[in-house]
């Protein structure tokens, strides 16, 4: 780890308070922060680049819905926990991918947080869902629902990047779309 | 279909509070009333919270998305690949591979060790070769020399004369003694507890077992009465009390030990070891134990351990015995079957038993 990367690491409580707040640059230096201890790891471990940035994301994420959740209690330091969840999910998907896991080459300590990960898979299975269900939408179904939804656009907004007439039909489309998403959600 | 996407409409607005109080109040009313509606409501509910927290985890990927395009991944990633440095880095990747070849480097390392171990041991089995033969000029040296001219008088040797054991094999006067003792000889005699001496002749030898067997040929020779020792055929365990009679002198003399070994010199298997104090001239001796059964015939000490001889075990004695013709040996010869008449009775009585059956054998040569 670099100095420059070193000097802008944020505390423990800077980063729960930060997250708390929904603030983007306390996110940024939390993310900068511990990305090369993930990166050195997952290198190190029969992984690349593109592997880190997932296993990285997704432990990233599971530690604001965490603290979001409000049910964060810091036991450890914040980089043990990082690196505890990061390990945890790349064994998964290690053993997922029938690689050779092997001896794992460990950079931190470690403490147990399975439970964690195992949560966070199951919301991510929900997500999964929603996405193929986005996906077998279709456009522009897809992106209408998408900038509605996701990017909080308005209707006004929407009507006009598509080229409706009027709001009525654009929402009427977004409707329709809508009604079919939900279709394929909820399918079994 | 038009009117489902109305009611769609209507609900979200519903569930995301898009409605005045009036409408909310009527619909809830609807909802209360029209089990269909309020299944449409409670499921686009979920719905919309599993969009949200879709929605929620898309944008924060998003922004993670972005955070990370700021990040100069493939510098770092050089950091940290070719980091720890490439010797650590194969040693990583092949711990395994390089821990098998390490152990066979290892292995081969002991095994040319040993091999070179090996090869000294053979250079210390030679050098104990060379005490075997020490060994034999031990068991030479056990033969007593009688009448010799003494070297040191410069006069070269006339006569040369050794001097042994011997014991009766049987009564017509078959004698077993060590064929060391007799090699070489120009004519043998042997001579009695009594003085008496008889010309005898040689008429078998072991060389292997070191063993030869003479036959007393002299007309004054009148025959023994029956041996009181027997032979033992199996061998004796370590501990058992033996002793020999022998002739290191012109008399008899008793020597008494135990058996200290099952085998002889560097493991020779013919022999027992034996804590007897032997000298020049107990060669060829009746190596018997506490119940009179003949157990072996001494025939060598080391030269190194004090109070030890060795003695050739009592089945080649047999052996040799086979060797001659049976008929030869007549009736009353040694044997395994019979019951030694010295069980039982005192040393002192066993000796007077056996020194009319214990001869010094003299060689001249």
Not at chain 2, 293 to 299: C, D, T
């Amino acid at each position: 780890m670099n100095n420059s990367l070193k000097s802008s690491v944020p505390t423990d409580r800077e980063v729960i308070l930060g997250i708390l707040n929904n603030s983007e640059d306390i996110l940024n230096k939390l993310y900068k922060a511990y990305y090369p201890m993930a990166l050195q790891f997952i290198l190190n471990n029969n992984g690349d680049e593109d592997d880190a940035k997932d296993v990285y994301q997704e432990t990233i994420i599971v530690l604001y819905n965490k603290i979001k959740a409000g049910d964060f209690e810091l036991s450890s330091k914040l980089k043990t926990y990082i690196y505890s969840v990061c390990r945890r999910t790349w064994l998964k998907k290690l053993s997922q991918n029938s690689k050779k896991a092997g001896s794992i080459t460990d950079y931190e300590e470690v403490f147990a947080v399975e439970e964690d990960v195992e949560q966070h898979e199951e919301k991510d299975a929900a997500f999964v869902k929603m996405q193929s269900a986005l996906e077998h939408l279709g456009e522009p179904c897809k992106t209408i629902i998408q900038d509605f939804y996701i990017h909080n656009m308005s209707m006004q907004d929407i009507c006009e990047k598509f080229g409706y007439t009027n709001t009525d039909n654009a929402k009427t489309q977004k409707y329709k779309c809508l009604q079919r998403l939900k279709k394929i959600f909820f399918q079994p | 279909m038009r009117n489902d996407l109305e009611l769609d409409a209507i609900i979200e607005d519903y569930l995301l509070g898009g409605l005045s109080a009036q409408e909310t109040a009527a619909f809830e009313a609807l909802r209360a009333n029209d089990a269909g509606v309020d299944h449409k409501v409670v499921s686009h509910k979920f719905f919309l919270e599993s969009m949200e927290a879709f929605a929620a985890q898309t944008r924060l990927k998003e922004q993670l998305n972005n955070i990370h395009a700021e990040i100069d991944v493939e510098t770092l990633a050089e950091v940290f690949k070719p980091h720890p440095s490439k010797v650590v880095q194969l040693w990583r990747k092949h711990k395994s591979a390089i821990a098998v070849a390490a152990s066979f480097l290892i292995l081969s390392l002991v095994s040319v060790y040993s091999i070179q171990h090996n090869t000294r041991q053979k250079e210390q089995l030679i050098l104990l070769s060379t005490q075997v033969n020490k060994a034999i000029k031990t068991q030479n040296s056990l033969i007593r020399k009688i009448n010799s001219t003494s070297a040191a008088a410069g006069k070269p040797a006339v006569q040369n004369s050794v001097g042994g054991t011997g014991f009766a094999v049987s009564t017509n006067g078959y004698i077993l003694t060590n064929l060391h003792v007799i090699n070489g000889a120009d004519s043998l005699y042997v001579q009695n507890s009594k003085g008496e001496s008889f010309k005898v002749k040689s008429v078998y030898t072991d060389p292997q077992n070191d063993i030869a067997i003479l036959k007393i040929s002299d007309k004054n020779f009148s025959n023994l009465s029956s041996i009181p020792y027997t032979i033992k055929k199996s061998t004796s365990s370590i501990g058992e009390m033996v002793y020999t009679l022998g002739y290191p002198k012109d008399d008899a003399v008793l020597g008494e030990g135990y058996v200290s070994s099952k085998n002889g010199f560097v493991g020779d298997t013919t022999q027992y070891q034996v804590a007897i104090s032997v000298n020049p001239g107990n060669s060829g001796g009746p190596v018997l134990d506490d119940s009179g059964n003949l157990i072996g015939i001494i025939s060598s000490k080391p030269d190194q351990t004090e109070g030890a001889a060795f003695a050739v075990k009592s089945k080649y004695i047999l052996e040799a015995m086979r060797a001659i013709p049976q008929d030869s040996l007549g009736k009353n010869k040694l044997s395994a079957n019979k019951r030694s008449t010295l069980s039982g009775l005192k040393r002192t009585k066993q000796i007077e038993k056996i020194q009319d059956y214990v001869f010094m054998i003299k060689a001249y040569n």
